[in-house]
Structures are given as structure tokens and as C-alpha cells.
């Protein structure tokens, strides 16, 4: 689902164990668990090479001559791995990269860090060193004078913290700090083959996780037992998992679940909605079944006006159309349909989609009112749920991207209720 960038995350927290001391001895989730040790890993493509992490850094420079930035800054997170290969979780400490228009790049991480981002490190840049008595935003100032474009606008990546900020217009009393957005997103909203390839690896170990854990389900299951086991397979399939949301019951009904605890009962919505890291790259998918009965006649209805919604969405997904007309496409047809209106239940309450890549939700959104237009490379998911509250939701979401010739699926959404993982 999401790529916490932290140390825990970083540096391996043992998931997968701590999970299996979890479950009760002989009960299925743990039988299941211990199967998923049995599932071959599949073949995943390469990482990011230093040669496309290179062409970034020349795409970032043009970017920024072209909208008058002078340089900017990204502290650790997705972006910092997305120019550097740095891959770092973010604390009080600031290890961040500083891109001039011109030359080349310098990282500023503290003294004690540096073998370790030394190490992690795939492109030229010099890397300065700060001792833990010392202001790291100095070497910041020091290095924008040394380039000259102190005085230029400094292009600050949106999701910089405030005090970074603040830190560096006290060193720089007369810095204009702008958004990166246009150098930022620029690069990263637009995926390439390489990207791309990894998406769909990290979209086909998450189906194939899928697979694996819903003929495995049980009654009286509850969304951790269920989760342990798409976590494992997951893993073994060669996927980074983090955990991910399963919903049962009235839970479906509430797009992030509930606190009520509950359990798995024939005739019951069951809702998975995971994902993974495949070098960095994300899959987000949801798949809603009902558990142990065939489906009443009202569920099956919402589940197939809600795939109904996701071929509408992806009608609306062409070239140069603004990215919001696509959620107005489907809040249209489930209008007519006697959901909303708007955003109102019963209907859906949230955006058809959000953009996705090296985080599970990225700009841009699939919302009404964003004007930005589709292109090729950008990716989004297309998740038009429709919930009842007080009973019960259903959610299907699949990732495409747009390419010159339209929308292209991830993973192809199911053809039925009766058939939820095909």
C-alpha cells in the first residue's frame, strides 16, 4: 500500500516472524502462513539503474532553467531515492539533497551517516558532513553562495518539513523558496519503461497474494489472521509488504474500516485492499467477495455497478482530458443510479483514483475540479467504491497507466461477483 520511509522499514523489522507469533497454534491463518514459505519467488526487474537516475538529474536541471529555479531541495523520502538511490527515513536530523540548475548535486547528511549514504549513493554528488553541534542548513546557504544562486528562487519539494524551511531563511534572510512542483512532479508524475515494469511486478505479486489467501480464508477469521497471511505470501512471492487493510461485514461500509472488532461469517463482504514494494514502486489493489454464500440479489447488484464504474472511469481516461473529468464521468452515471449526489451516501464518498508510483498515493488525483490534463506515463488507481453505511461496501481497484493511445490496466478487474480473482 504505502512505502513508510523509515529506519524500521529500511532496516528490516521482521514482519513476517513477530506476525507468526501472533496467530494460535493450529489454527488455519498459521497453516496458511507456513504454506506461503512453499511459493516460489517470482522474477522481478531490475532496480533503477544509475544511467536512468542520471537522465533525471538532467530532466530535474532543464526543468528548473525553464521555470527560473535556481536549485532545490528534497530532504529524505521517495524523492531523495528517486534522484540519488538514497533510500532514508526522516527524523530530527536532516539528510536531504541540494540540485543546482548547474553542476553537480551535493548531499547533506550528519557526519555519522555518511559511510552509510556513501553506500547507498548511485550518482555524482559531492556529500558534506555536519557534526551534531553544527546547523546543517548552513551547508545548505554555503553551498547555494558557492553556485551563485543564493538569490534565486530555491525550489523547496512539497513534502519538506517546516522547519527546514524556517532553519534556512535564517541563513539566507533574503531566500525566495518556491514550490518544486514543476521540477518534482515534473519528473516523477511521468513514468518510464523501467518504472512502469516495476509497477506492474509489484501489481502481479499482489494478485498473486491475493490468490494465494482467498481460498484460505475462514469463518471466524479477523482482519490481522487474514492480513498475516497476504503478508507472507507477498514476501514470498519477492515483494516488501508493510501491512495492508482487510475489512469484513459492516467494516466494508467505511472506506478505512472500523474499531468494531469483526469476524468472518458466511454471507459476509470481505474487502482486501494491499499492496507492495517492488524496488521502490508501489501496487494498490482491492478485491470485494462475499464469504461462504452466494450473493443476495442487492449485493450483487452494487458489485457490479461499482465495476461498471471502473470501465466508466477508464472510458473518461484519454489524452489531454483533465484528470478530475474522470471522476465526473462516474459520479454521473452513479447519479442516475440514485447514489450521491456529489460525494454524499449512499455512493462514494472519495475520488475514483489517486496517482501512484514510488508512493502508494502521489499527485495527481482522479477528483473533480483538477484540471490537470492526462499523459503518457501517468499512473493512477480507479477504485470507484460504492458503501451503504450501516451495512456494508464494496470496493474493486486496479491500477493503470495512461499511454499514448489511452489507459492501460495493471491488473484486468474481475468479470463477477462469482469470480472476484480472475
Not at 512542483?181 to 523501467?194: D, E, F, L, Q, Y
Not at 489517486?354 to 502521489?362: C, N, Q, R, S, V
Not at 506515463?377 to 451503504?388: K, R, V
Request: proline share 8%.
Amino acid at each position: 500500500m504505502r512505502l513508510h520511509m523509515n529506519r524500521r522499514a529500511m532496516m528490516g523489522a521482521g514482519a513476517a516472524a513477530a506476525a507468526m507469533g501472533l496467530l494460535e497454534r493450529g489454527s488455519p491463518a498459521r497453516a496458511a502462513v507456513g504454506e506461503a514459505g512453499e511459493l516460489k519467488p517470482m522474477t522481478l526487474p531490475p532496480p533503477i539503474s544509475p544511467a536512468e537516475r542520471m537522465r533525471r538529474m538532467v530532466q530535474a536541471r532543464d526543468l528548473m532553467r525553464k521555470h527560473g529555479i535556481g536549485s532545490v531541495f528534497v530532504e529524505a523520502g521517495p524523492s531523495l531515492d528517486y534522484f540519488t538511490g538514497i533510500q532514508w527515513w526522516r527524523s530530527e536530523r536532516l539528510t536531504g539533497v541540494v540540485i543546482p540548475a548547474d553542476g553537480e548535486p551535493i548531499v547533506v547528511t550528519p557526519f555519522f551517516e555518511q559511510p552509510s549514504i556513501k553506500e547507498m549513493l548511485v550518482v555524482p554528488a559531492e556529500i558534506r558532513t555536519w557534526q551534531e553541534d553544527e546547523e546543517p542548513l548552513k551547508l545548505v546557504a554555503d553551498f547555494l553562495k558557492e553556485r551563485k544562486v543564493a538569490g534565486a528562487p530555491i525550489g523547496f519539494e512539497e513534502t519538506n518539513r517546516f522547519f527546514l524551511r524556517d532553519r534556512l531563511q535564517k541563513q539566507l534572510p533574503s531566500a525566495r523558496i518556491v514550490s518544486a512542483n514543476p521540477v518534482v512532479r515534473g519528473c516523477r508524475m511521468h513514468k518510464t519503461p523501467a518504472e512502469l515494469a516495476l509497477m506492474q511486478a509489484a501489481a502481479d505479486v499482489t494478485i498473486a497474494a491475493f490468490r494465494y489467501t482467498w481460498p484460505r480464508v475462514r469463518e471466524g477469521m479477523g482482519p490481522g489472521e487474514i492480513d498475516t497471511i497476504i503478508g507472507e505470501a507477498t514476501r514470498a512471492l519477492g515483494g516488501s509488504y508493510d501491512g495492508g487493510l482487510v475489512l469484513i461485514g459492516e467494516g466494508t461500509a467505511y472506506p478505512h474500516g472500523t474499531r468494531t472488532p469483526m469476524r468472518v461469517a458466511k454471507g459476509a463482504n470481505v474487502l482486501f485492499d494491499c499492496g507492495c514494494d517492488v524496488h521502490g514502486y508501489q501496487s494498490d489493489i482491492s478485491r470485494t467477495f462475499i464469504f461462504g454464500a452466494d450473493p443476495t440479489a442487492e449485493q450483487r447488484k452494487v458489485w457490479d455497478q461499482m465495476r461498471r464504474g471502473q470501465d466508466i472511469a477508464m472510458k473518461a481516461a484519454r489524452i489531454g482530458a483533465p484528470a478530475g473529468s474522470v471522476d465526473d464521468a462516474v459520479r454521473h452515471a452513479y447519479e442516475s443510479w440514485g447514489y450521491g449526489p456529489g460525494y454524499k451516501l449512499p455512493g462514494t464518498s472519495h475520488r475514483t483514483g489517486h496517482g501512484i508510483g514510488m508512493e502508494g498515493h502521489e499527485p495527481v488525483n482522479l477528483v473533480h475540479g483538477e484540471m490537470t490534463p492526462l499523459s503518457a506515463g501517468m499512473c493512477f488507481s480507479n477504485e470507484p467504491g460504492i458503501y451503504i453505511p450501516g451495512k456494508w461496501g464494496v470496493r474493486l481497484e486496479d491500477c493503470f497507466h495512461m499511454t499514448a493511445s489511452g489507459p492501460k490496466w495493471f491488473t484486468t478487474p474481475p468479470p463477477s461477483i462469482d469470480r472476484p480473482f480472475d
